[in-house]
């Protein structure tokens, strides 16, 4: 079985302070790691994701994650938070095998961002 | 440009009534799922299709039916025997078979119960 957590269902920074979105991942085998942002009233867009390879991932808008294998983590980070990164953000987890792999989803964290 | 289509964008049901949500990607996805999402309780899978003419249950399939009669399109009915489907849902599609690739979403369909 697998499972995430997202440490804060909320969150709140001030503009131009570091993000640090939290994700712990339980998995048998080794994962992909996903990080989404959804706007209000919105779909999920993908963030970044990490399958194989280096462990410091990039992402858009400025967003990036490190997988730490011995932590079972995947933190999302921002150096510096723009007012546009307000929304709530799910980090999610497959397993790295064949076949149809189910997708597990975190049950997000909203980001305030205050001027 | 492509992308998943989900119409409408809202949606009011009244008891005993089914609906049915459309879903319409132009990707060349092979796989389509559909997800409900309640506040504080991330997303939770109902249905998939891996292939056309072919679906499976997720993990709250209970009240939901779905079709694959193309691989452009996966609407979902929601019967009158989902009891409580307020919510907000989700169509998604991915590239082949696997998950590497993440999903594509659509923008949503809201559901209200009147």
């Known amino acids: 079985a697998q499972s995430v957590t997202q440490l804060g269902s909320h969150v709140s920074v001030s503009e131009g302070a570091l993000v640090l979105l939290r994700c712990n991942y339980s998995?048998?085998?080794?994962?992909?790691l996903f990080w989404y942002v959804q706007y209000p009233n919105q779909g999920l867009q993908l963030l970044l994701k990490?399958?194989?390879?280096?462990?410091l991932v990039k992402g858009i808008n400025g967003f990036e994650a490190e997988f730490k294998k011995s932590e079972t983590s995947f933190h999302l980070t921002k150096p510096s938070a723009h007012m546009s990164d307000a929304a709530e953000y799910f980090c999610?987890?497959?397993?790295?095998?064949?076949?149809?792999?189910?997708?597990?989803f975190g049950i997000g964290t909203k980001l305030q961002v205050i001027p | 440009d492509g992308g998943i289509t989900q119409s409408p964008k809202y949606l009011f049901r009244k008891e005993g009534q089914n609906v049915t949500l459309s879903c319409e990607q132009n990707?060349?996805?092979?796989?389509m799922y559909w997800y409900r999402q309640d506040p504080g309780q991330g997303l939770r899978l109902i249905y998939y299709?891996?292939?056309?003419?072919?679906?499976q249950k997720g993990d709250i399939a209970e009240g939901y039916s779905v079709s694959r009669e193309k691989k452009e399109s996966f609407p979902l009915t929601v019967t009158s025997a989902q009891k409580n489907p307020t919510a907000f849902y989700l169509c998604?599609?991915?590239?082949?078979?696997?998950?590497?690739?993440?999903?594509?979403f659509g923008s949503g369909t809201r559901l209200t119960v009147v």
């Open positions: 990707l060349n996805h092979d796989a």
């Open positions: 990490y399958t194989t390879g280096a462990t």
């Open positions: 998604a599609s991915t590239k082949g078979q696997q998950y590497n690739y993440g999903y594509t």
């Open positions: 999610a987890v497959s397993p790295l095998t064949g076949g149809y792999q189910k997708v597990t």
């Open positions: 998995s048998s085998v080794p994962p992909y």
């Open positions: 299709s891996q292939i056309v003419n072919d679906f």
